[in-house]
């Protein structure tokens, strides 16, 4: 039990690393650290297991903080709990080149840091997602191997975000009662109070969504002790609101706007100093404080020695299985099981929708890889993405490896990202490729992170037809391409769908999306080739030496460049068809090959039934493209195609012109 003076002093050396490195820097939010400190202190003092000492142990308890502005609040934790990369200087260097105590906390810059937080309500949404992920490995494995909390730390902000509804309603229907998130209560964001704002009854909410709802003094250690308490009880997910002071112990800006996104001041801090009768210097935490702290750090040393023991003494099939998936690792078989996909794809040449073909590959993925787990934002009779393995988790039953999302995009795709940062589990969901808007917020946090999640995104283009412009994206590859560190695939028929699907899960390091197409599209490619073609980004399908039109082409419209070389032929007009199912990849390969696939030929022409955007890439800024220049109509398919002018026609007719 630690005194209520020892409470304290462990709570102000918080306060203080946060307010002293935010005036170095000259930047930051030190009120919420120093209105969370007794919060943080008891949670890590008395609940959370964790191990810095050994970071990633696979059943310790996550903590999230969502209310990333914060992030002083957890890289004091870290570095006064004992995690090894956490130093004094490195909190000196807080905010500055090539820290890793970024203004925001990023996933990966230290250990201990459990997701990127920063954009409110991410950060809760990702805790969804590891809840989903320990009480799926606890189904799969048992509670010996996976058993522990998830903790969220939130701010207004986050519960303000709109994600933070379809996160918190997807938690409260699957019931995951091992989800705790502590609410910093402080009344204060950075217009002012909230009552300038927001006038929402939080714990009516919460409980209407299937919560268990508690409110405690942030500033009464005990209080919090028998909250965290309840809420480890509980058969439902729990809300603790924690009424705090923004900014606590500074003399004239506690409880102020002032203190939530500026540093204090000389003289604050000389002064909250005094008011906390915190005698050190700047950055200077007195041993027996940092002691008390380190021993805390210490704390879960046995239940992690006792869980290793607990996997070494599980089946070796068992043991083996679950420290391959938490390392990340595919089957050695996964590749076999491709290569005889795709010969089979070579001899049956399937004409299917490419929508179709990633269900027909998904079928033999999920037959090999275990770890996947699919799921759709209620369109999983559209996006395929639900095969004979994946029986649907029910909010009694997560020995299912489908996840009905319902119509939550935002918080499916952060909860994806929660998925696999959590790790054991690989999470693909399905959605319409004009819908990645919503969940464009948390591609982007996972390419940020680098973590492999898989977005099936059908619907790709004015292919889809009669559902019109409000559903047709014709900017979306484009704006989805513009992301650093996402691969985009387009596939032009099975085998290209099927190539995709083994790229984006051999990459552990980086996300991917698939745009799928609702219209059944000719074989492109007829004959097994082992080598991955897809993996180059772009390639030739019909080559020529002698070449005086290059097409390129992507998805469905390599058809409509393979029958516009078939007639310019016909003319005599030499021309070669590149396909090409990823840009990123493509610029990532050596020169010389770029150089080779993009050739010499006199006329250039791409073919995309999106807009122009990125493609001049390929073409020059005085290449023809053969594409979308407005939003979409509703029409039959063949119609939208004609009326836009994206046929093998409009192909001949421009490389003619060209060459004329």
């Not at 997807?170 to 006038?199: F, M, P, Q, T, Y």
């Not at 009326?643 to 001949?652: L, N, Q």
């Amino acid at each position: 039990m630690i005194s209520p003076e020892k409470h304290n002093r462990m709570a102000n050396a918080i306060r203080f690393l946060a307010m002293d490195a935010v005036e170095k820097a000259n930047s930051g939010h030190p009120g919420m650290p120093m209105g969370c400190a007794d919060v943080a202190t008891v949670l890590f003092t008395r609940y959370l297991s964790f191990d810095p000492k050994n970071p990633l142990w696979p059943d310790r308890d996550r903590f999230v903080l969502s209310a990333g502005h914060g992030s002083m609040l957890l890289y004091s934790l870290l570095y006064l709990t004992g995690y090894e990369d956490m130093t004094i200087e490195d909190i000196k260097q807080f905010r500055q080149m090539g820290a890793k105590t970024a203004g925001h906390p990023e996933y990966g810059h230290a250990s201990g840091i459990e997701t990127t937080t920063g954009p409110l309500g991410q950060g809760i949404a990702n805790a969804v997602g590891m809840a989903i992920a320990e009480k799926k490995l606890a189904n799969e494995f048992g509670s010996d191997l996976m058993n522990h909390y998830t903790y969220a730390l939130v701010g207004d902000g986050c519960l303000m975000e709109g994600i933070s509804q379809e996160a918190l309603a997807l938690a409260g229907h699957l019931k995951l009662n091992k989800l705790i998130v502590l609410w910093d209560d402080n009344g204060i964001s950075i217009d002012g109070a909230i009552s300038l704002s927001d006038s929402t009854d939080q714990h009516a909410r919460f409980r209407a969504s299937g919560w268990n709802t508690l409110s405690v003094d942030g500033h009464d250690p005990e209080a919090i002790a028998a909250a965290i308490e309840t809420a480890q009880k509980s058969d439902k997910p729990t809300l603790i609101a924690a009424k705090t002071v923004i900014g606590f112990g500074s003399p004239n800006k506690a409880g102020t706007h002032k203190v939530h996104g500026s540093p204090l001041g000389a003289d604050e801090i000389a002064a909250t100093r005094k008011a906390l009768g915190w005698a050190e210097e700047a950055f200077v935490v007195p041993a027996d404080v940092l002691d008390a702290w380190r021993l805390a750090g210490l704390r879960s040393t046995k239940a992690h020695k006792d869980w290793d023991g607990r996997l070494a003494a599980s089946p070796a099939e068992t043991k083996a299985e679950f420290t391959r998936r938490f390392a990340g690792d595919l089957p050695g078989h996964f590749a076999t099981a491709i290569g005889d996909y795709k010969q089979k794809l070579a001899e049956a040449k399937p004409t299917v929708a490419t929508r179709k073909a990633s269900e027909d590959a998904l079928e033999v993925i999920n037959g090999v890889l275990t770890e996947t787990l699919g799921g759709s934002a209620d369109l999983t009779g559209s996006n395929n993405t639900k095969t004979s393995q994946t029986k649907s988790i029910t909010p009694d039953d997560f020995s299912g490896r489908y996840i009905h999302y319902g119509i939550r995009e935002h918080g499916m795709a952060a909860a994806m990202n929660g998925i696999a940062l959590h790790g054991g589990l690989i999470p693909y969901s399905g959605g319409f490729l004009i819908f990645s808007d919503y969940c464009r917020p948390s591609i982007r946090l996972a390419a940020l992170m680098g973590i492999r999640v898989i977005h099936v995104l059908t619907h790709d283009s004015i292919g889809l037809g009669e559902d019109g412009p409000t559903h047709q994206p014709v900017e979306h590859m484009a704006a989805l391409r513009a992301i650093p560190n996402l691969m985009m695939f387009r596939p032009a028929d099975a085998t290209e769908t099927v190539e995709c699907w083994q790229i984006a899960l051999e990459h552990k390091d980086r996300p991917s999306g698939l745009a799928l197409t609702r219209q059944n599209l000719t074989p492109a490619r007829t004959d097994y080739e082992e080598k991955n073609l897809c993996s180059f980004g772009a390639y030739e399908l019909v080559s020529a030496s002698d070449a005086k039109v290059s097409i390129f082409a992507s998805g469905s419209e390599v058809e409509i460049a393979l029958k516009a070389q078939q007639m310019l032929a016909q003319k005599d007009i030499p021309a070669r068809v590149v396909s090409v199912p990823c840009f990123e990849l493509f610029f990532e390969q050596p020169e010389a090959y770029r150089e080779a696939i993009i050739g010499s030929a006199a006329v250039n022409i791409a073919v995309e039934a999106g807009i122009r955007q990125g493609w001049d890439s390929f073409i020059g800024s005085d290449g023809t493209f053969i594409g979308m220049k407005s939003f979409g109509a509703s029409a039959p398919y063949k119609e939208l195609y004609q009326h836009f002018g994206i046929t093998p026609e409009a192909v001949v007719a421009a490389a003619e012109a060209k060459l004329a």
